[in-house]
């Protein structure tokens, strides 16, 4: 489908999509969503899931159609820079903490509890209102009540992130401009615009270390990852068969703590799985009762000894230019074997392709793709970029294709090791 559907197409689509998700929502007998109830809302499923990401895709395509390109554009402009303004405010004065959860509040009493005149707390929540952020109450529009995304600021996992979220994207991505045209691209942390944004001398990663604080919410925001079925290393244990390395051993190569191989291993116990993360990650590992991982500090940069039958690299060539992806392969080179097997594992996407019903997913990634340039100055690739990275340095690698389960954002990119030829 191109970007110039017709409405008549759009309006096909729409009603398809809405219908399915109606069946949907009868079959399991789910309640029909609601912007004030996080008790109502639809459950996270990958059926569910599937549909109403496409359906999102699809009415931001009508909305292109509906809107004058100027009203669009100011939308982009004005809107946009005002948005992220609104919700760093809204986060840094702690106002939506102090909404209680389950009423709504009078505007002056809340004024008087975030510091604030009456009038600019009125204004900044009437905006954000726009944004589906807080609800004024219809009978009493002096008082304000959450929704179920102002309520998601307050309480759960994505309360104490925002805080990283509205300071760390928005002076990265504000200075790409500034990035691009000082150095032509943002290869690597040092021309990342992270740095300008910042108004720091330190990369993203040396800000980090100075900054614990930002340092804990970035750490723990990767970890929620784990909580997110989009993301959840769950589908990795049912994308492959990984029985076949019963009595053989994989090698977690900037495995972290090891929660990938955690979940591989309590399905498949009898594969031994080595994780191994830098020196001062290995340190911070305790064993886990009843699954029997190995540790061991190991730079991916240095020639790898370890010999094992599959190595996996789960969300490590995306934080890494072409250059130090092709360092980390051929350090591995050394420990390849007759029939070893490499997967990686990345948000992939299959070309630059995108259509309406592929938006919302298009639009993740390339987000994410974007967050590497601006933060650390790597990238997000297709399976194409993966495939010529790897057997540019490895060309015994052949490829086997890549694997990735309904619901799942993440591909599991597969090569086995060949130097015979078949007779
Ligand atoms: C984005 S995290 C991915 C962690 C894990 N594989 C996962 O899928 O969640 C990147 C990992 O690479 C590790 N790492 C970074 N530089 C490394 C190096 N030179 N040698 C080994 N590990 C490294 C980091 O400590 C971190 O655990």
């Not at 059926?47 to 009203?71: F, M, S």
């Not at 009437?126 to 009540?145: K, P």
């Not at 049912?238 to 191989?261: A, E, M, P, Q, R």
Request: glycine share 6%; hydrophobic share 40%.
């Amino acid at each position: 489908m191109s970007l110039h559907t017709l409405p008549n197409d759009i309006q096909n689509l729409i009603g398809q999509l809405t219908d399915r998700l109606e069946d949907w929502i009868k079959t399991n007998h789910a309640d029909v969503p609601s912007n004030f109830d996080s008790s109502e809302r639809l459950k996270s499923n990958p059926d569910a899931d599937e549909t109403k990401g496409r359906l999102i895709g699809v009415l931001e395509q009508l909305k292109w159609l509906l809107y004058e390109p100027t009203d669009y554009l100011k939308e982009l402009t004005q809107g946009r820079s005002l948005d992220i303004g609104t919700v760093r405010a809204l986060v840094r004065l702690g106002i939506p903490a102090k909404v209680p959860a389950n009423r709504d509040i009078a505007v002056v009493e809340l004024a008087s509890k975030v510091f604030v005149t009456a009038k600019a707390l009125t204004r900044l929540l009437s905006y954000a209102e726009t944004l589906g952020l807080f609800r004024f109450t219809v009978e009493d529009r002096s008082r304000v009540g959450h929704t179920v995304f102002s309520a998601g600021l307050a309480q759960g996992v994505y309360a104490e992130l925002a805080a990283w979220d509205v300071t760390v994207p928005p002076a990265a991505s504000i200075e790409l401009s500034t990035a691009l045209r000082t150095y032509g691209s943002c290869d690597g942390p040092e021309k990342a615009s992270f740095k300008i944004g910042m108004g720091t001398e330190d990369n993203f990663y040396q800000w980090h270390k100075n900054n614990p604080v930002y340092a804990d919410l970035f750490h723990k925001g990767m970890a929620s990852e784990q909580e997110d079925p989009r993301t959840s290393p769950q589908h990795i244990v049912n994308t492959y068969d990984w029985s076949s390395f019963n009595g053989k051993v994989i090698v977690d190569l900037g495995g972290s703590t090891g929660h990938v191989s955690k979940s591989i291993i309590k399905a498949h116990p009898e594969v031994q799985i080595v994780v191994q993360d830098q020196a001062d990650v290995i340190a911070t590992t305790k064993p886990t009762e009843g699954v029997s991982l190995r540790f061991v500090a190991h730079d991916f940069f240095e020639v790898q000894t370890y010999v094992a039958d599959a190595y996996i690299l789960r969300y490590i060539f995306h934080n890494w230019t072409d250059e130090d992806c092709v360092r980390i392969l051929k350090a591995l080179r050394p420990a390849l074997r007759e029939g070893t097997k490499l997967f990686v594992m990345e948000l992939v996407q299959d070309g630059y392709a995108m259509s309406p019903e592929s938006w919302f997913e298009d639009r993740i990634i390339r987000r994410r793709d974007m967050q590497m340039m601006s933060f650390i100055g790597a990238s997000e690739r297709t399976i194409d970029d993966y495939d010529k990275l790897v057997h540019d340095v490895i060309p015994e690698f052949q490829f086997e294709g890549s694997h990735r389960p309904a619901g799942s954002f993440v591909a599991m990119l597969e090569w086995t090791f060949v130097t015979m030829e078949d007779e």
